[in-house]
């Protein structure tokens, strides 16, 4: 079974700064996808970025970027010009491709609590 | 677009009761699905369904039961509450397997 591993509980960033959010995982997979979930305090689960492991670029979109270092199982999501509003839990997320009955289930880590300060 | 949406957004229920979180999607998408989110645990998949009357048990199936008779709708029973089932409880869609997931805002369940 997979598992996704995420060992920072909190991180903290100045506003206008980068961050970075750690996730590893475990598989014996060649062929998978990988997820960012950020939850407000509204509780609403919202898709930041995925990456498919067959792709050696990295994905992007806007202030979000990923380092997917697929030897070392790691999937780390940066977040460039921290506002406000990135304040939340994040969540990394692995998907297998496996065409069993799972379909599209996600193992998901504990999450990380990103605090933004001024 | 109404997207996923959940309802109950709240409930308080004693052990031993039954309720069902209700589940509706309006995107035509063929796979549901039924997480718990727990603190410090992260979101546990429960059952999910890839298409109408058909479902299948997750990780952490005990205790709950589904069914799934149209596309749109995959509602989640919880026949006798426990303590232990208090939890936040989300349901999510996807058009195609390899399609992201698009997740309802949540249910806030304390079963004292």
């Known amino acids: 079974a997979q598992t996704v591993t995420q060992s920072q509980p909190e991180m903290s960033v100045q506003e206008a700064e980068t961050v970075t959010l750690s996730c590893t995982y475990d598989t014996s997979e060649s062929d998978y996808y990988l997820f960012w979930y950020k939850q407000p305090p509204s509780r609403q689960m919202i898709l930041v970025i995925r990456?498919?492991?067959?792709?050696?670029q990295n994905a992007t979109e806007n202030r979000f970027s990923v380092n997917f270092q697929k030897a070392a199982k790691s999937f780390s999501l940066k977040i460039s010009d921290s506002q406000l509003g990135d304040a939340a839990m994040y969540f990394c997320a692995y998907r297998s491709p496996i065409l069993t009955g799972g379909g599209n289930k996600l193992t998901f880590g504990t999450g990380t609590q990103l605090k933004v300060e001024l | 677009n109404a997207g996923v949406t959940q309802t109950p957004k709240f409930q308080v229920l004693k052990t031993g009761q039954s309720m069902t979180l209700q589940c509706a999607q309006d995107m035509n998408h063929e796979y549901m699905s039924w997480y718990r989110q727990d603190p410090g645990m992260g979101l546990r998949l429960i059952h999910y369904s890839v298409g109408a009357g058909i479902t299948d048990q997750g990780e952490v199936p005990n205790g709950y039961n589904v069914s799934r008779s149209t596309t749109e709708d995959f509602p989640l029973r919880l026949l006798s509450a426990a303590p232990s089932q208090t939890s936040v409880y989300f349901c999510?869609?996807?058009?195609?397997?390899?399609?992201?997931?698009?997740f309802g805002n949540g249910t806030r369940l304390t079963v004292t």
């Open positions: 999510a869609s996807s058009q195609r397997r390899d399609s992201p997931l698009h």
């Open positions: 990456q498919e492991a067959y792709k050696q």
